[in-house]
């Protein structure tokens, strides 16, 4: 897997934990002004699914997450849901209510979110959770909506899901790629 490095790097070298997640935080933000329109907070962005990763296998996901603003990026009242693994041995992130981030945009590669119609496609999201019961984990995700009816099943390009988790003691426990939803929808909302 190609994670291993990653994983064995954020272990051995606790301060490379934070460096690796204001790289993410900063990586999430890199878009081109042109690109990007700041909402304002009661915009959201709701849904869920399911993606399949190899080694992974199927992740589901469901969640409801507010953009932050121009004066401030984080957000509140946020729910997110991520379930992974085998039977006996699943896996179970819940997001904190307050997102550390939480950046909303249009991006024209995404396409449109409308219906209904909306001013952005694209949530880029940080946060701290539990993983499994045990606080102190953060994630770093993005979802896409490029319209209905958002999973593979229907007319491209589907909506899209990424995830990094990182447990508290510094491991990644899950990595999964920007991969369209095979089952699910997300659904961006500007109020």
Known sequence: M???????????????????????????????????????????MAGGGSVFVTFTGRVTHGFE???GTEANLSSINNNLDINWGPDKKRHH???????????????????????PP??????????????DGQSGATI???????????????????????FLIIDASGSVVLSVPTTALTFGNHQAHSQ
Request: hydrophobic fraction near 40%; proline fraction near 9%.
């Open 2 to 44: 190609t994670i291993l490095p990653l994983r064995n790097s954020v272990n051995h070298a606790p301060l490379r934990r934070g460096v690796l997640l204001i790289a993410l935080t900063l990586a999430a933000f890199a878009l081109s002004p042109t690109a990007r329109a700041q909402l304002a907070s009661t915009s959201e």
């Open 118 to 131: 909306a001013g952005f496609n694209t949530f880029i999201g940080d946060g701290t959770g539990t993983l």
């Open 65 to 67: 997450v507010h953009c």
């Open 93 to 115: 992130f819940q997001l904190d209510s307050l997102l550390i981030a939480a950046d909303c945009f249009y991006d024209p590669a995404v396409g449109s979110p409308n219906p």
């Open 140 to 162: 770093h995700f993005t979802f896409t909506d490029a319209g209905e009816p958002g999973g593979t099943n229907g007319t491209p390009p589907p909506d899209t899901a990424a």
